[in-house]
């Protein structure tokens, strides 16, 4: 499809900051402002910009950083329609980057602004884009955003739905360059996923809306809920993934336990859904009945065994789950884990390979993304690629994956960071990547003093990012 070599269209510019220069790092500081050593902190900020202007250095001649991201962003979604990017971050917010049409044109870099942004006052544990979502059409652009101990709620994308004025227009996103992002944090609708008899908010850490756009699945622990978007009262179904929590052996002993930490619907087998555990279950459903399920290699029961001559397989828990166009594989991704397994529809008891050397060997959440070829009278052509970023800065690319068995090392490498890159996605003509990379540092090493007296030095938590966009050159 494409060379590694690539050439930057545009990178990430940061959010303001409340506490200085905008090029300055967030710092949460476990002391008192009054303790901490300004002149330290000042020459840790500086050292680390270096870091990165070095970066800039190494990269393509066309390729150079403006400013970072002052918040770890921690997912990232392309808009079906290829117009918008949204992001969440670690400071409780969700963004949309609007992509100008004639980015391929651009002989230079870019800065990409914020075109509109909301806060939670809680994280944001997981949110999901419609599929049907088109700048053309007003009432699909929507994204569902769940929240630790709040309510799933409904918002607009793209304008502020409080305002006084709301009619659609085509010139929305038309801009990238406004001067402060749309504020979206206006709730279209409030969906209560709540225990009956505690009471309690469950907070999803996985969402997904079906492909009509009419319905939407939460992950819950041991279970999944189902929404009707007309209805906000409370779920119109479940789907439980073990008949009885308290005594498995009740229902045959089917189904697994564990929070639902991924979801993923099929675009070609309908209404086929696929969710993925913690505890390393993967479950397959249809019309809100059970397929079947299975537990990833490596596990005896409710432990992990180490699998020899395999190393980096068995992970810590489901983080993300990716159907091919044609709905016949299905790719598993975990933390903990050095690999991506493939399965086959018609056989999801065996593993069919993975995509090995993945160096993701980190609790860290890192995403991946699969690019397929154009298709000939329904029919997929050979070319089917994995994109996924690595602890290294680096994204590895996997083609035709799924016609290998055991360990496939990746074909190419495309430098992107010298952080981790945390989200990988491929525009579907095979021309643009979405790339965002960042983690968090600890800075100070913090000493106890005597009690006449002593000092002692504060400990901060650096976080940074950096959300690029890159143009990928053809052979």
Not at 297 to 311: D, M, Q, S
């Amino acid at each position: 499809m494409q060379d590694a070599s690539q050439e930057a269209i545009v990178d990430d510019q940061s959010h303001k900051s409340t506490a200085g220069s905008s090029h300055e790092p967030k710092e949460h500081s476990g002391e008192d402002e009054s303790e901490s050593d300004d002149s330290t902190g000042s020459k840790d900020d500086s050292s680390d910009f270096e870091s990165m202007s070095s970066l800039e250095d190494d990269a393509s001649s066309t390729r150079h950083f403006t400013q970072l991201h002052l918040n770890c962003i921690q997912n990232v979604q392309l808009t079906p329609d290829s117009s918008c990017i949204l992001t969440s971050d670690s400071d409780n917010g969700l963004s949309v980057y609007a992509i100008d049409s004639d980015i391929m044109k651009a002989t230079d870099t870019r800065r990409l602004q914020p075109y509109a942004r909301l806060r939670k006052a809680t994280p944001i544990w997981a949110f999901a884009v419609n599929h049907n979502f088109s700048i053309f059409a007003p009432d699909t652009t929507n994204v569902l955003v769940g929240c630790r101990d709040q309510y799933i709620t409904l918002h607009h994308a793209l304008w502020d739905a409080s305002a006084k004025s709301n009619e659609y227009t085509e010139k929305v996103p038309a801009s990238t360059k406004n001067a402060t992002p749309i504020d979206i944090s206006t709730r279209l609708a409030s969906y209560k996923f709540v225990d009956s008899l505690t009471e309690a908010v469950y907070a999803p850490l996985s969402l997904a809306y079906n492909l009509d756009g009419t319905h939407f699945f939460a992950g819950g622990r041991n279970r999944i809920a189902v929404f009707d978007l007309q209805y906000c009262e409370k779920p119109v179904s479940y789907i439980k993934t073990i008949p009885a929590e308290r005594n498995k052996r009740k229902g045959g002993g089917r189904g697994f336990k564990g929070e639902i930490s991924a979801l993923a619907v099929s675009s070609a087998a309908r209404d086929t859904l696929a969710a993925g555990a913690r505890t390393r279950h993967v479950g397959i459903y249809a019309s809100g009945q059970e397929v079947t399920h299975w537990s990833l290699p490596g596990r005896i029961g409710i432990h992990k065994v180490p699998l020899g001559g395999h190393p980096g397989l068995v992970g810590d828990g489901i983080t993300q789950l990716k159907w091919s166009p044609c709905g016949t594989y299905l790719y598993v991704a975990e933390r903990m884990s050095d690999a991506i397994l493939i399965y086959d529809v018609r056989k999801f008891e065996i593993t069919l390979g993975y995509c090995a050397g993945r160096k993701a060997l980190t609790k860290q959440k890192l995403g991946f993304d699969l690019w397929t070829g154009e298709t000939i009278y329904g029919h997929e052509t050979a070319t089917q690629e994995v994109w996924a970023g690595g602890t290294d800065g680096k994204i590895r690319v996997w083609t035709n994956a799924y016609l290998s068995e055991g360990a496939i090392q990746p074909n190419d490498t495309v430098d992107v960071s010298h952080a981790p890159v945390s989200n990988t996605i491929v525009h579907a003509s095979g021309t643009v990547a979405v790339a965002s990379s960042g983690s968090y540092e600890v800075s100070g090493e913090g000493y106890g003093g005597s009690s006449m007296g002593g000092t002692r030095a504060s400990k901060y938590i650096i976080e940074r990012s950096c959300l690029d966009i890159l143009g990928l050159a053809s052979y």
